[in-house]
């Protein structure tokens, strides 16, 4: 199916043409049909003579209803430009060619109506001129008769050419589906209408809501007519959704594939159309269904920050158009070029913002976004519309080359003037680090740690001995001469005070390899191991606790913990009577 969207000034004859290809009536109000005027968007369908599927979207051209025009027009990426023969180009002809151009709508064709009316030639010569100057380009252009039918079959077969040369739709795409029309079934419940220009429906997903907290589920799915349990792009659908109050949603929300978008009220974009010069502060919004006051802080020649009065669901590159309500006048196009855009709060941010802003072009660039951005997650990127494929860092984050090999030899500096600055510690805590170069995650800390430094303990350090302090080395060194002549007595807890050991340095002391420590306030010099191990061997095997105590000349106080510090090294083994025998 391809789904193209009528354009044009009122009474042109766009519903009339769409009834005669279609039989079906796209005026669904009989208000619309009373006052015999488009008001609100129409749907019908038809098979064309390749066998496939043209929808139509018709809309109104009376001024007063362009909102809902464009409604229309959004989500559609084709147009059929309709202008009667015997009136020519009108305002609306030009406001709604102004639209599509602002969309950057490239694919349609010129259907001059009423041609049995009036000579379509000038009508034609006119329109074309003007649709050349715009998005649209050159197009085929039709004379048509909705009354007698003549140029319907031309028209078809113009169609048929139109949807060969439309792009395949990206099916693979997550869904933002615009909503155009919302209704209530009896027995059903609500029904959501719109066109599905991208990846696929089927009954049972669950897709976000904008402003519902929960998932909604589709129930049902229905596309020209017919109950179906996929949908798959380009199509008209309606949506049937289990257990959402209609008031719920409405035009201008839309459906979504959960977590694939970021919904933003914040957006820098490129105007087209008109300069900025003059540009008013409140302008209108038009993106997909959505129709969005906003308010508009120039920053570039050609670039503006946009405040959206409620959040949408837009990516970098998306196309929309600004419109003055109250000048009925499309102000110009705008190509999404940020949306997730830095505050601007320091002095001259707003002018540096805009030197950013005069490189980009809307479409995604996913080293300028980390050059920009420096970190991010890869999953935010692809919820901006910004393809991520590039191996993360840590977890899901991706970073800027530069910037993450400055951040690595910053962590190094910190390290060593931590150490510096805590010599007693075995290393930064990570945490501390984390805050230090401000990350938001410490995994990105553990990632950019490099030998020889590791993370050890929740710290970041280099392993192995350190020098000592001085006053720590000088209070072992007192230990090693006191206890030169009785290597397995242990200073007791009075001492070790005495000499300025407490528990930070006795810590400090340990991990550098200059004492050995059996228990908490029992520490050896470390070579008193081996030198343990010597002496028990040369007792008789196996031996008591008893016998080791004497044979060390130490306490029970040392040699309880000596002696279970010997057995879980291996170095001795204790058997079930409690006595030991050295393991050789
Ligand atoms: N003679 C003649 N009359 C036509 C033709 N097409 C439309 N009309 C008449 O023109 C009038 C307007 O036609 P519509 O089809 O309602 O025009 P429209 O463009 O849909 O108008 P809006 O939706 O209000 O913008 C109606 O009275 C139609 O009968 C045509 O090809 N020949
Ligand atoms: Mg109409």
Redesign the pocket.
């Known amino acids: 199916m391809f789904v193209v969207a ?1 354009a ?13 290809l279609t039989g079906m009536e ?2 669904r109000w009989a208000e ?1 049909r009373r ?5 609100d968007l ?1 749907f019908a369908w038809t098979a064309l003579p390749s066998g496939g599927t043209v929808a139509f979207v ?5 001024e007063r ?1 362009v909102p809902n025009m464009l409604a229309g027009v959004g989500p559609v990426p084709a147009a059929l430009i ?1 202008v ?3 009136e020519g180009w009108m305002p ?1 002809s030009a406001e709604h060619l102004a639209a599509l151009d602002a969309l950057g709508v490239a694919y349609g064709l010129l259907v001059v ?5 009036a000579d379509p030639g000038p009508a034609t010569a006119r329109a074309r001129a003007e649709i050349a100057a715009t998005s649209l380009g050159a197009v085929e252009a039709v004379a ?5 039918g ?1 140029g319907l079959p031309e028209l078809r077969s113009a169609l048929d050419r139109l949807a060969a040369r439309l792009p395949g739709p990206a099916l693979q795409a997550p869904v933002r589906f615009w909503v155009d029309r919302s209704f209530t079934v009896r027995g059903s419940g609500t029904v959501v209408t719109g066109t599905l220009g991208a990846g696929r429906l089927r009954v049972g997903d669950e897709l976000e809501l904008a402003g519902a907290d929960d998932l909604v589920r589709v129930r049902g799915l229905h596309s020209l007519g017919e109950a179906r349990s996929e949908a798959t792009a380009v199509a008209r659908v309606a949506v049937n959704l289990r257990g959402t109050p209609r008031d719920q949603l409405g035009r201008g929300d839309a459906l979504l594939t959960p977590g694939r978008f970021h919904r933003t009220d914040l957006v820098d974009v490129r105007l087209s159309g008109d300069p900025a010069a003059d540009l008013p502060a409140t302008l209108t919004l038009h993106v997909g269904s959505a129709a969005v006051p906003v308010r508009v802080r120039p920053l570039g020649p050609d670039t503006v920050r946009l405040r959206l009065a409620r959040p949408l669901p837009l990516l970098v590159g998306d196309r929309a158009l600004l419109r003055d309500p109250g000048r009925h006048h499309v102000t110009g196009g705008v190509r999404v070029l940020d949306v997730a855009p830095p505050p601007l709060v320091r002095r001259g941010a707003a002018v540096a913002r805009a030197r950013v802003l005069a490189e980009l072009d809307g479409r995604p660039d996913l080293a300028g976004e980390l050059r920009r951005r420096r970190l991010v997650r890869a999953g935010t990127l692809t919820r901006m519309g910004v393809p991520a494929q590039a191996a993360p860092v840590a977890g899901d984050w991706l970073a800027d080359p530069d910037h993450w090999r400055r951040l690595g030899e910053r962590l190094t500096e910190e390290v060593s003037r931590y150490g510096r600055e805590h010599p007693l510690e075995p290393g930064m805590p990570v945490d501390a680090l984390r805050q230090r170069l401000a990350l938001p995650d410490r995994l990105l800390v553990e990632a950019l740690v490099r030998p020889p430094l590791r993370v050890h303990a929740g710290r970041v350090g280099a392993p192995g001995a350190r020098a000592l302090p001085e006053p720590v080395a000088r209070a072992v060194e007192r230990v090693r001469v006191e206890y030169a002549d009785r290597p397995f007595r242990a200073p007791e807890a009075d001492r070790l005070v005495e000499l300025g050991l407490g528990p930070r340095e006795i810590g400090a002391a340990v991990r550098a390899g200059a004492l050995l420590r059996l228990a908490d306030t029992v520490v050896l010099l470390p070579d008193a191991l081996d030198n343990a191990v010597k002496v028990l061997a040369g007792l008789p095997q196996p031996f008591t606790l008893s016998a080791a105590r004497q044979a060390l000349d130490t306490t029970r106080r040392v040699a309880v913990p000596l002696l279970e510090l010997l057995d879980r090294r291996g170095a001795t083994r204790r058997l079930p009577d409690d006595a030991r025998v050295v393991v050789t």
């Open positions: 009528t044009g000034h009122v009474d042109h004859g766009k519903s009339t043409l769409v009834r005669a796209p005026d619309e006052r015999g005027m488009t008001i129409g018709d809309v109104p051209g009376h209803f309709v009667a023969a015997d609306q109506t009423r041609a049995d009316l048509v008769s909705g009354l007698t003549a």
